[in-house]
């Protein structure tokens, strides 16, 4: 609470949020004992001991005093529990108010009673707002209009105070930081959910060479915000598809047919557990700034031996030396800092030059567009086929222009924040090499087929409606788009991507995690291509890097 009463912002507060979330952080020590069985109830058992009275009415005594003092606890955490469950409810309020006019059936009232659930999340907190974010980006999980609204969170971020930046380089580096690193509290460079950004200098204590590096600092309080709010969120999570699984069971009595199916959807698609322990474990991985770092040389060294290491650049994490703590740590990430064009402004600028010289007209793509369209599809498929380590927010913000495009020298790209990372198990790679495989040879129906037989998750096969139809749909959908060119021109690649996710959520064919993450990844990069090259085919850049992976599994199973 002090922490984030504390916390002020030119943009928006973090203490609203973080006070929020703050009070029900203690609740994590009494669910997480819940989940894994490990019970205090032993603390009041009776205990056989060999001693004198006196020894023995120390023990006992200790014993009940410490189950006094746990049970106290437990009524305290549940009591936050409930003001924490409180104030979600205060925040979501309006919207639940005004819900019931959403049957007046106005396209007007609709948006500005979407507005009012994007900004319940938002006050909500960085937890929810991140999992919003992150739902907008699972059509094959929630429903289409669902995500479309809630893709306008995506801008949205949080900033904290430069003495709480100060508080935290104190305590990570200790008090002398400012020895070997120099900040300015105008040089926020960018802000997002999770935390802020900082052009600044290093100085190398042994060479005295200065550095420019970016200074990345965590937001204060937001581990602690977001590890309460994932209880909240799996409570919840596990309330509605009690409630859900409950109301299909006694929908079912005396029903027909087709009202059973629509319960049976009711049922089945709120895997709503599920979808918060995936989200969990790319948050508590984002929140250590550290796996940042690791990412970076991972990155570094994939493509230091490619035919792309010369235009492809990643920063490289520094480490303070002569300091507190010498290694990365989870709270501040250092980096060097890379100069370049944001990628986004590039966009901008080329679009308002063509709409200057070609009024109307669809913007030309010089040889420079060319290269770099090419380049960003090269990057992402080397990620998922050659390396297995994918870039999960490969988006233009998160790309600068390395170079100008001289006549004898190709653009590169400078890619930033690595703290999104996708890495999929051996059988998920090698069930995605065959999926990918299968839309090259188009057969889609064995695609639907290894989409549902692939499947790790519970129940996964038989919560699928319909099997035979979603195979004979997913034919159909790779026969379209075969016939139809999957150019970047004519979308082809987006109506694909698009089809096979409602497809998913149709039919209740949950997808992997990773594959889902996989295929957004290529539906980012190719809204870059598409912008600079709309001529691109990417079945032609693609399958060289698919044949090649599907022939290095075929070797390696050999």
């Known amino acids: 609470l002090r922490v984030a009463s504390r916390s002020r912002s030119t943009r928006h507060r973090f203490n609203i949020p973080l006070t929020s979330a703050a009070i029900s952080h203690a609740v994590l020590y009494f669910t997480y004992n819940q989940h894994t069985g490990n019970s205090d109830v032993a603390l009041c058992q009776p205990q056989t001991v060999s001693a004198s009275p006196s020894a023995v009415k120390a023990p006992v005594n200790s014993s009940v005093l410490e189950a006094i003092k746990k049970s106290i606890a437990w009524i305290v955490d549940l009591i936050r529990l409930l003001i924490r469950l409180g104030l979600l409810a205060f925040h979501f309020s309006p919207a639940a108010v005004t819900a019931p006019a959403l049957l007046i059936n106005s396209e007007r009232f609709e948006q500005f009673w979407w507005e009012l659930v994007r900004s319940g999340i938002f006050a909500s907190g960085p937890c929810l707002t991140k999992f919003a974010q992150w739902a907008a980006t699972r059509p094959d999980i929630f429903h289409p209009r669902f995500c479309k609204e809630l893709e306008h969170l995506q801008a949205h971020s949080y900033q904290h105070s430069w003495r709480d930046t100060v508080r935290t380089l104190n305590a990570v580096y200790g008090e002398d930081w400012q020895d070997a690193l120099h900040l300015d509290q105008r ?36 581990r602690k915000a977001m590890e309460a709010d994932l209880v909240v969120m799996r409570f919840l999570a596990e309330s509605i598809e009690t409630t859900a699984a409950l109301m299909a069971w006694v929908g079912r009595l005396g029903s027909s047919n087709e009202k059973e199916n629509r319960l049976s959807i009711l049922e089945t698609t709120l895997s709503l557990s599920d979808s918060v322990e995936e989200f969990r474990e790319m948050m508590l991985s984002q929140l250590d700034l550290s796996n940042e770092g690791d990412a970076m040389l991972r990155f570094r060294r994939n493509f230091s031996q490619s035919k792309w290491k010369d235009r492809v650049i990643f920063a490289e994490p520094i480490d303070l030396k ?82 100008s495009c001289a006549p004898k020298k190709s653009p590169g790209l400078v890619v930033l924040d690595t703290g999104l990372c996708t890495e999929l198990r051996p059988q998920d790679r090698q069930n995605l090499i065959l999926l990918f495989k299968a839309v090259l040879d188009r057969d889609g129906a064995r ?43 004519d979308r082809g690649v987006s109506d694909l991507l698009s089809r096979v996710l409602r497809l998913c959520y149709k039919h209740r064919v949950r997808l992997e995690s990773g594959f889902a993450s996989v295929v957004l990844s290529i539906g980012v990069v190719e809204g870059l291509g598409m912008q600079l090259d709309p001529e691109v085919d990417v079945i032609s850049r693609a399958a060289p890097f698919i044949l090649r992976a599907a022939a290095n599994d075929c070797l390696a199973s050999s």
């Open 447 to 489: 695609v639907g087929r290894l989409m549902i037989e692939k499947s790790r998750y519970k129940d996964a096969k038989h919560n699928v409606i319909d099997a035979a139809g979603f195979e004979k749909s997913m034919q159909q959908v790779i026969d379209d788009a075969f016939c139809n060119g999957l150019k970047l021109r």
């Open 187 to 222: 040089s926020v460079t960018g802000s997002g959910l999770i935390a802020q950004v900082y052009k600044g200098k290093y100085v190398d204590s042994e060479t005295g060479e200065h550095k420019e590096v970016a200074v990345k600092v965590l937001h204060p309080g937001v």
């Open 322 to 403: 002569n300091s507190k703590y010498a290694k990365r740590h989870p709270d501040v990430l250092i980096e060097s800092y890379q100069h370049g064009q944001p990628m986004a402004d590039y966009l901008t600028q080329r679009a308002a030059e063509g709409m200057r010289t070609n009024p109307g007209c669809v913007t030309p793509s010089t040889s420079c567009d060319k290269s770099i369209a090419a380049l960003g599809l090269d990057i992402i498929l080397k990620m998922i086929f050659e390396d297995n380590f994918i870039h999960g927010d490969l988006h233009p913000g998160n790309l600068l222009l390395a170079t």
